[in-house]
């Protein structure tokens, strides 16, 4: 059976010394979790393709890891961007059956950003782009993000949303006042990543978004970030009558949305998952470094699932959308 991870991640030198300097100094206190996390991340090479081969994982689709370029300023961001990149294409050339890029974007510029999507798709064979969440406190709603929607619509690539922490006010208000390590966890893995990233999305469908771009395609993590289980309230209470959209809620969830393991590897979850979304907008993710290949891979043979709709969600769903 082929394989395809989609939300597999890298680090750069450059991002380290810059955006993710302060995300990675926080792996210094995971003792050796953490250093073998940060080894792993710099890693893009045949000691990576050998541990995918132990494992079974036949291909990875690598983003820069979170945060990403996204908090920074534009013109940082617009020179980190472009570096990790130009590291990942070569990443790839080396190792074009093993490995795929999703771009880096300085969405903070967004012409900037439209520029550097057409580049890597283009010239240099990206199948799409990562965004990591908000950019200080603004979604991807906000019309000021518009040329980077309408690029990804052109070059008829999907976006991959992947989570970040909340913007600080927010963080501070909801996941504050426990013992810092408590508040650290709440606001990010244990909770606040996946309930910021469903908002995100919430917004962009709330805000037209899908209605502006109705072929704009989306990509969630973590089994949808909770969204399949409010998916039938949603539908219900955000009614077009109200919310002045074309389709229900619902028809969003189902037509411009894809969902991936990211780690969620809980068959309860799945189930719902598949029930309220189906097979075809499911794919299979180890969330490596962070997850492990073998426990995913483990996950993914296990599914209570015919072998046609295993085979859908290993490798034949990601084949469609990123044209592999």
């Known amino acids: 059976m082929r394989t395809i991870a989609v939300e597999e991640h890298f680090a750069t030198p450059a991002f380290v010394q810059g955006p993710g300097k302060q995300f990675f100094e926080r792996f210094k206190n995971m003792g050796p979790r953490g250093a073998q996390i940060a080894e792993r991340l710099f890693e893009t090479g045949d000691k990576r393709v050998a541990e995918m081969d132990a494992a079974g994982v036949d291909m990875q689709i690598l983003s ?66 990562n965004i990591n969440g908000h950019t200080r406190g603004h979604y991807l709603d906000d019309p000021f993000f518009a040329p980077v929607l309408d690029c990804a619509v052109a070059l008829d690539v999907p976006i991959y949303l992947h989570p970040t922490v909340p913007h600080k006010p927010v963080a501070d208000a909801l996941y504050g006042g426990f013992a810092p390590s408590v508040s650290g966890v709440l606001a990010s893995s244990g909770w606040g990543w996946h309930i910021e990233t469903a908002i995100h999305l919430l917004r962009m469908i709330l805000g037209g978004v899908f209605d502006r771009h109705p072929k704009l395609q989306i990509v969630i993590g973590h089994m949808g970030e909770a969204i399949p289980f409010m998916l039938p309230r949603l539908n219900r209470n955000l009614s077009p009558q109200l919310t002045e959209l074309s389709r229900p809620f619902s028809d969003y969830l189902r037509q411009n949305v894809h969902y991936t393991f990211g780690g969620f590897n809980f068959t309860p979850t799945f189930l719902n998952l598949l029930l309220e979304i189906g097979v075809d907008r499911i794919m299979f993710s180890v969330d490596y470094p962070y997850g492990s290949m073998e426990e995913a891979m483990s996950f993914l043979r296990h599914l209570p699932v015919n072998e046609l709709d295993r085979e859908r969600i290993a490798h034949g769903n990601a084949e469609n959308l990123f044209k592999l």
């Open 64 to 129: 820069l890891n979170s945060p990403g370029v996204e908090q920074a300023e534009p013109a940082e961001a617009v020179a980190c961007a472009r570096d990790a990149n130009d590291f990942l294409a070569d990443t790839v050339r080396q190792h074009a059956a093993r490995f795929a890029g999703l771009a880096s974007l300085p969405i903070q510029a967004p012409e900037e950003a439209a520029k550097e999507l057409e580049r890597c798709v283009r010239r240099l064979g990206f199948k799409g782009t």
